[in-house]
């Protein structure tokens, strides 16, 4: 596959997805009570079936593999909490959800890995399932008015070193590279800084840094919607 990032595929699908991400918020923001949780729901089961099916087509295509397709990296993690948080409205789930996917599935779609896409599917499976992640997140934000709490960073940062401990311990186990704690991820990502074990500290110094920033513009946009 020759996509590029930055290439004619990759700005229309993100041009496409940036469209979705305004108008069903905006559309969603129009609908009575009991339409914006079936709406909801529908998005949770979306979220979970473009998963499970991505699955099913990685396994019968030959490149499931477990070291590399289990969802324990923090987009992974995000999917399910997100479809959680739109079925049950959970704070934790939600915050969880922002913080993690967000920081997270932007720059997945932002600077995408090509060398992991063996066919154009791979390309566009992995924009979309980023995509509705964050789609998820603006539905929570902005038709189900949910807040980010106060400590709700202080929170997200510690589950998320205390998380990736037990997943380290897990790629030690089964040599995977789950939240890229033994491998660069691919992509021209200007957070990745150094080798091993360098750039891991450069990752979580950046990826809370990120989690920061967020955390303050959310709050201020907060006054508005």
């Known amino acids: 596959m020759n996509y590029t990032i930055f290439g004619e595929e990759h700005i229309i699908s993100m041009l496409i997805i940036l469209v979705v991400w305004v108008v069903i918020p ?3 923001s129009k609908l009575n009570v009991w339409q914006i949780q079936f709406v909801a729901t529908m998005l949770a089961v979306l979220t979970i ?11 019968q295509d030959g490149h499931w593999l477990l070291i590399r397709d289990l969802p324990l990296h923090m987009c992974g993690f995000s999917t399910f909490l997100s479809a959680y948080a739109l079925y049950t409205r959970s704070q934790m789930s939600f915050e969880f959800a922002f ?11 932002l600077t995408p890995d090509m060398t992991r896409f063996y066919s154009p599917y791979y390309f566009y499976i992995s924009q979309i399932s980023h995509a509705i992640i964050i789609l998820n997140v603006l539905w929570m934000l902005t038709v189900f008015k949910l807040k980010i709490g106060k400590f ?15 997943v380290g311990i897990f790629n030690f186990l089964t040599s995977s590279n789950y939240f890229f704690l033994c491998e660069k991820p691919g992509g021209p990502s200007p957070f990745l800084m150094g080798e091993w ?3 891991v500290i450069f990752l979580i110094f950046f990826g809370i840094a990120i989690m ?3 955390d303050v513009c959310v709050k201020r946009l907060q006054r508005f919607i």
Do not use: K, N
Not at 49 to 59: A, G, I, K
Not at 99 to 109: C, H, S, T, V, Y
Not at 153 to 161: C, I, K
């Open 26 to 28: 905006y559309w969603g």
């Open 212 to 214: 920061w920033i967020l």
């Open 49 to 59: 079936s473009v998963e499970l099916f991505d699955d099913v087509y990685r396994f």
């Open 99 to 109: 913080f993690w996917g967000i920081g997270g599935a932007l720059q997945a779609i």
């Open 152 to 166: 709700a960073l202080h929170r997200t940062v510690l589950l998320t070193l205390v998380i990736m401990v037990f």
């Open 197 to 199: 074990p360098v750039y």
